[in-house]
């Protein structure tokens, strides 16, 4: 890696202090498993293209290749194409064009694969002022982790420090580079499904990627296989996002997509998040058309994985109640444990003695161990239609949610509560705050009990089936507790408890919205 660096100093010219170097050191205390920042030179995080072609070259030189290619794909953000540009030039990578998450670490994974590297240009879910970027290690066959990111931004931070930026020509890689992936997704769903042609005809979908990546899905993957996609909305890609964000978790996305799916008559509505490596669902057969999001997408999902044979099945830390139950009860073992896709990602695919089969998170990031661990949202879709068609073939009026066949028990009530703090830096002392007036509540109340088991913030049982969780946001300068009850007023009673012991902190965490929800009840 030293040799790589030195090579890579020698290419610049030198100077005294590079502007980008503050901006990326503070870009490595605030990113987590991808970097993120808002494309704002005032932003306390900004992300700017000058930070990007160091970004560009500390990965060239943490990689420690220097002449295998990287491919560089984006999303359709207004800021993605100068980042990526820039990215480009400083890693000496090759422009991949609009692409999605899945399908550059994909790339890197194929035996024919002849890259080193890969990154996508998105900041995801995130508003469009916001950017980031997602890299990717063939040798390591996934994408990058929180330590492993800091310490490119460490490089990248050093080498800002030494030199300047040089411009040059960028080689594209744009032609076919979807193909596989697109052709990888209609394999799936003719395995899942056990009919080899046309198994979605007949098959009403209505997918709405939110003007993010994902339109793709409906025109190249559903449409050749039978589906009628006519009522899918918001598929041409537009970084403004216009209608709503993409974002599964989103209200208005969900709001929209069932609001299409009751138009039309859809049998299913697929949400997709800008670079689809997160997904929802809905189920059009209902008499009023069914959010198949968070809890039900990990149960169904988990139930279709479990089909294949006895397996763990890691989720994050915030899955109901009735989910272990769920899931002992199909065959398979429930882990619990951190918040973050690389988390359990990772966790799954160390596994012992043998790799979980499934990765998902409540905010529908899912992993598979059938689809080497990739993180994609458009692969869990495409599964979970693939395994409706096989049920349509003896009941045809067979939608998502019998799948499921009731036997998920749901809470009354879920919500989570945002409490935000003045900066970035103060997030992790307002959650030892948050935890610390968790504990005293629950020392002070009979029926609370810790969780024994805390992986990612403090997790804490209320009476016979309720639970709260307090921790802290991953990229946002927010605080949160997130909770569920079986019983209509339950969130609001629970917030009301803890809230004379996080009081004396409303000076560092704001609790407008926390004293909002226990007034409600």
């Not at 537009?238 to 138009?263: L, Y």
């Not at 949400?271 to 959010?291: A, Q, S, W, Y």
């Amino acid at each position: 890696m030293i040799r790589t660096v030195l090579a890579a100093a020698l290419l610049h010219t030198a100077h005294a202090l590079a502007p980008p170097a503050q901006a990326l050191r503070t870009l490595a205390k605030t990113s987590g498993d991808d970097v993120r920042g808002i494309t704002s030179p005032e932003a306390e995080n900004a992300l700017l293209p000058e930070s990007a072609y160091f970004v560009g070259l500390g990965f060239r030189a943490w990689l420690g290749d220097e002449n295998t290619p990287i491919f560089v794909g984006r999303d359709p953000r207004a800021s993605s194409d100068s980042i990526g540009e820039a990215f480009c030039r400083g890693a000496s990578a090759l422009d991949a064009g609009p692409a999605t998450t899945p399908a550059m670490l994909e790339s890197l994974l194929r035996g024919d694969s002849k890259a080193c590297g890969a990154c996508m240009v998105t900041a995801s879910h995130l508003p469009p002022e916001w950017n980031g970027l997602k890299l990717f290690s063939a040798k390591e066959q996934r994408g990058l982790n929180k330590k492993e990111v800091k310490e490119v931004l460490g490089l990248a931070a050093d080498l800002a420090d030494m030199m300047e930026p040089v411009s040059g020509d960028i080689a594209s890689a744009e032609a076919g580079f979807m193909d596989e992936y697109v052709e990888k997704l209609r394999n799936t769903i003719v395995e899942t499904s056990g009919i080899s042609s046309k198994p979605l005809e007949g098959l009403k979908v209505c997918v709405n990627p939110g003007n993010g990546a994902g339109g793709f899905f409906a025109t190249q993957v559903l449409a050749p296989l039978g589906a009628d996609v006519s009522s899918s909305i918001n598929l041409e890609p537009d970084g403004a996002f216009p209608h709503h964000p993409a974002n599964p978790e989103d209200k208005k996305h969900v709001a929209a997509t069932i609001d299409a799916v009751a138009a039309s008559g859809a049998d299913v509505g697929v949400m997709l998040d800008c670079d689809v490596d997160r997904c929802g669902l809905i189920d059009g057969t209902t008499p009023k058309p069914e959010p198949v999001n968070r809890n039900r997408l990990v149960a169904l999902a988990a139930q279709v994985a479990l089909e294949d044979g006895n397996g763990v099945i890691v989720t994050d830390p915030v899955t109901s109640g009735g989910m272990t139950q769920f899931i002992e009860e199909r065959g398979g073992t429930h882990d619990r444990f951190k918040m973050g896709y690389r988390n359990v990602i990772d966790r799954a695919a160390e596994t012992k003695p043998e790799p979980a089969l499934l990765a998902i998170e409540t905010s529908g990031h899912s992993a598979w161990r059938s689809n080497n661990f990739v993180d994609d949202g458009c692969y869990t879709a495409a599964k979970l239609l693939g395994r409706l068609a096989k049920a349509r073939v003896s009941n045809p009026s067979c939608g998502l949610l019998d799948l499921l066949g009731g036997s998920l028990k749901e809470p009354k009530e879920s919500i989570k509560v945002k409490m935000p703090v003045s900066s970035l830096e103060k997030v992790p002392e307002a959650e030892i705050k948050l935890c610390d007036a968790l504990k005293a509540c629950e020392g002070a109340t009979a029926s609370w009990r810790m969780e024994p088991v805390n992986h990612d913030g403090l997790r804490c049982s209320v009476g016979d089936g309720d639970w709260l969780i307090a921790r802290a946001s991953l990229h946002e300068p927010v605080v949160s507790l997130q909770m569920e009850a079986d019983d209509a007023g339950g969130t609001a009673a629970i917030c009301a408890a803890v809230l004379p012991y996080l009081q004396p902190f409303e000076e560092d965490i704001d609790l407008t919205e926390l004293e909002a929800v226990a007034k409600s009840n």
